[in-house]
């Protein structure tokens, strides 16, 4: 099992990325292969046409449900178990908005947060989420983390968003993977208009602390496009 990690701000092309486009020349991940998980609420759709037909989000898994919505973490450290150890049809799980599991724990207490509430957040954060996805396991599952971002300071980098400091004084979730891509988007004139477009950054730039072993990809800038950074990790991982 492999983890990779996307990291970015809001509509910066993470959950398109991960999804075929022909339109838009992005190879994606097979959806037959995929399951997805939200943890966004019921306000993010997949970019995906008939996606409802697609991944079935009022099927179980056991039914063929490819989908599911939730910011519970003992649920989503339930669904990876079960991914892990019946699904093996299952290639690539995407937990998609992570950073919504902390902060709305913490926005949905209604009485002031306490260190033991900070505790329980990091603590089931970890257990039931990042300890399973990071457990060295044979399993041929490719887990995709993605995450929002915070904006550096003068002295500071790119981090990925958590919920406060008790996660980040013991931990950077950053040195956990060796596969860590950060979002960019720049704007170019085509035939007079403004286009965004839309990439992942394969090494640091700048404020940028992205990673990737050594030889993996030859540029530093690559489309956003998580089927073409699959297809080089396979490549690198099995390359004699």
């Not at 020349?25 to 037909?53: F, H, N, T």
Request: aromatic share 12%; charged share 25%.
């Amino acid at each position: 099992m492999r983890v990779i990690v996307v990291a970015g701000p809001v509509s910066s092309g993470k959950t398109t990325a991960l999804f075929p486009n022909e339109q838009l020349g992005i190879q994606g991940l097979p959806l037959d292969q995929m399951y997805y998980l939200s943890c966004a609420g019921s306000g993010k759709e997949l970019p995906v046409k008939g996606w409802r037909k697609i991944f079935k989000p009022e099927s179980k898994i056991a039914e063929g449900g490819r989908f599911m919505r939730t910011r519970d973490p003992e649920i989503i450290g339930q669904l990876i178990e079960q991914i892990i150890t019946k699904h093996p049809d299952i290639k690539y799980l995407v937990i998609d908005d992570l950073n919504y599991v902390q902060s709305f724990t913490v926005l949905n207490k209604t009485t002031k947060f306490e260190y033991e509430d900070w505790r329980l957040l990091a603590t089931r954060f970890f257990s039931q989420i990042i300890n399973r996805v990071t457990e060295d396991t044979p399993r041929d599952l490719t887990v995709i983390l993605q995450f929002h971002i915070e904006r550096p300071t003068e002295t500071s980098d790119f981090k990925i968003k958590t919920a406060g400091k008790m996660i980040d004084n013991y931990i950077e979730l950053e040195g956990l993977v060796s596969w860590l891509f950060f979002t960019y988007t720049k704007e170019q004139i085509v035939d007079g208009k403004a286009v965004t477009q839309y990439f992942y950054l394969t090494n640091r730039l700048g404020p940028y602390p992205a990673k990737s072993l050594p030889g993996a990809f030859a540029e530093t800038m690559i489309k956003s496009d998580m089927g073409q950074v699959i297809a080089a990790v396979d490549a690198y991982s099995n390359e004699n």
